[in-house]
């Protein structure tokens, strides 16, 4: 505080007060007023605001110096220093009893009254300063949503914001310096036995204390409320934990939400296991009629081709493959149910081994056709294996399939690295498709082309799609019409830094091609 502070002089004998006022002015400070009497003091206070009072203590009225200082300080938060000449005990203790910021006795000297005043100053900017602080934090916890209450080492409520009035059904005015246990009745949630109280084992152990699980709150007048949240110690660094602040939240909404998603999942898992049992039920039904269809076809292919025309002869052919169609589609839609409810395994996965293996299994399948694999080494990323394997499986399928009327065809697999995630991609230069359609390709039964052309279910891509979404992934795809596609994923957890793993080199790694 700068030494131009402005002071209040209250003092009986005027040349006293004259005396004082002109030394004042000389150490450099202002002297807002003067007074000769406490309740005037007090006026001249609320009218000038001043800095701080200087208050003689016997002023020969009703009202003296230590019960005017008293409302100054208390009241009007304006510091008092007092002055006199008694320095006997009973003054003394009513003098501290007011909580003044200096005392001192006369006779005094200037340098005396300066350190006076300048201790008082700054001591009230201190207290302001702690004050402020202190209404901040009420200001803050009154507001917040949570519930909190603080009590002193023996138990007793110190506070209480509105949140912790409403749960508890107490006004902070009642609660106040009664017991924890009147206020805060805590039950346990399965037996209904009133719980021990948690201050006493907080302020013997230093440390904070979550609430039991299934912890009930009885408010007053109410009926039991579900709560979760803590105790935690106040400390101070010398005298040790001075209390404890419980800070808490009704969680009946909450726990009537994980009811009622608790139900929801039982319903699920029931209804996903009559779903299962009735997909296999409805598997096994259509297949006992399309393997009889499919095998009497045959049977009459067979035993009867001299007596079949060609037109009935193509009519058992296109029954045969509606059949064998039908079937593999129930296959393929049994597969896409079973691996949607899988389980998933994470694992580190080596990709471009995987398309190595699938790429010699389709050569191996069909060695009569001339197809260029191009398999980039070090695709490398966390999943499933089988999972993914599945996918990948259908990506190389799908483009060994379009590059089927394709004269030299090629079919890539690897990745780039963009904005700082790793790309995966199956490339082909076969049939392609029309952006337009994009949309399209990855949703169920959805086919760009006949069955005529390329033979297919259209469940395929809806299978990838659905293992790189249970990934966290996501896929798409880009292409032209007789110039090939390319099918992009990605995988959550594949970085830039991925590298293939050590100690291990794939057949892919070698960078070489399998061709024809």
Request: glycine share 8%; proline share 4%.
């Amino acid at each position: 505080m700068s030494s131009t502070a402005s002071v209040i002089i209250v003092e009986d004998e005027g040349v006293v007060a004259l005396d004082l006022k002109r030394r004042l002015e000389r150490m450099g400070y202002s002297v807002a007023a003067q007074a000769s009497g406490g309740r005037e003091a007090v006026e001249k206070v609320r009218e000038t605001a001043p800095d701080l009072v200087l208050m003689d203590i016997s002023l020969g009225e009703d009202l003296d110096g230590i019960e005017a200082g008293e409302i100054i300080r208390g009241r009007l938060h304006v510091p008092v220093v007092y002055l006199t000449a008694h320095s006997d005990r009973a003054t003394l203790e009513r003098a501290k009893a007011t909580e003044p910021q200096g005392y001192v006795l006369k006779p005094f000297r200037d340098r005396e009254l300066q350190i006076a005043i300048e201790m008082a100053l700054y001591k009230h900017k201190a207290e302001m300063i702690i004050w402020e602080s202190r209404e901040w934090l009420a200001a803050t916890l009154r507001s917040v949503g949570e519930a909190v209450i603080a009590n002193d080492r023996n138990g007793a409520i110190s506070f209480m914001n509105p949140a912790a009035e409403k749960l508890t059904g107490w006004r902070e005015e009642e609660a106040k310096g009664r017991p924890l246990g009147d206020v805060l009745r805590l039950l346990d949630g399965a037996t209904r036995e009133p719980q021990q109280n948690a201050v006493g084992r907080i302020v013997s152990e230093g440390r904070p204390h979550p609430l039991p699980e299934n912890t009930l709150l009885l408010p007053r007048g109410g009926e039991p409320v579900p709560i979760e949240d803590s105790f935690a110690p106040i400390q101070d660094p010398k005298r040790g934990v001075l209390g404890a602040v419980l800070v808490f939240h009704d969680v009946t909404q909450r726990r009537e939400a994980e009811q009622r998603i608790r139900r929801l999942n039982e319903d699920l898992e029931r209804n996903v296991a009559e779903l299962d049992a009735f997909s296999y039920s409805v598997a096994h039904d259509l297949r006992a009629p399309l393997r009889s269809i499919n095998g009497f076809s045959a049977i009459l292919l067979e035993d009867y081709e001299q007596k079949l025309d060609e037109e009935g002869k193509h009519h058992l052919q296109r029954i045969r493959r509606a059949s064998q169609r039908m079937a593999q589609l129930i296959d393929d839609l049994l597969r896409l149910a079973q691996m949607s409810r899988a389980g998933l395994r994470r694992t580190p996965v080596d990709l471009s081994d995987l398309a190595w293996s699938i790429a010699e299994e389709l050569k191996k399948g069909r060695p009569d056709r001339s197809v260029e694999f191009l398999i980039q080494p070090g695709a490398t990323a966390e999943g499933d294996p089988d999972l993914l394997r599945i996918a990948l499986d259908n990506l190389l399928r799908n483009a060994w399939k379009f590059t089927s009327k394709r004269l030299g065809a090629r079919i890539e697999f690897g990745h780039r690295d963009q904005e700082e995630q790793r790309v995966y991609f199956v490339r082909d230069n076969g049939t392609g498709f029309d952006m337009a359609y994009a949309g399209k390709l990855f949703e169920l039964f959805e086919r760009l082309h006949s069955d005529a052309e390329f033979p297919g279910t259209g469940v395929g891509l809806a299978t990838v799609q659905r293992v790189i979404r249970r990934h966290g992934g996501r896929v798409w795809a880009e292409g032209r019409v007789c110039e090939g596609a390319c099918f992009y994923f990605t995988l959550p957890d594949a970085t830039a830094a991925e590298k293939a793993p050590a100690g291990k080199v794939s057949r892919a790694a070698t960078g070489e091609k399998l061709g024809a």
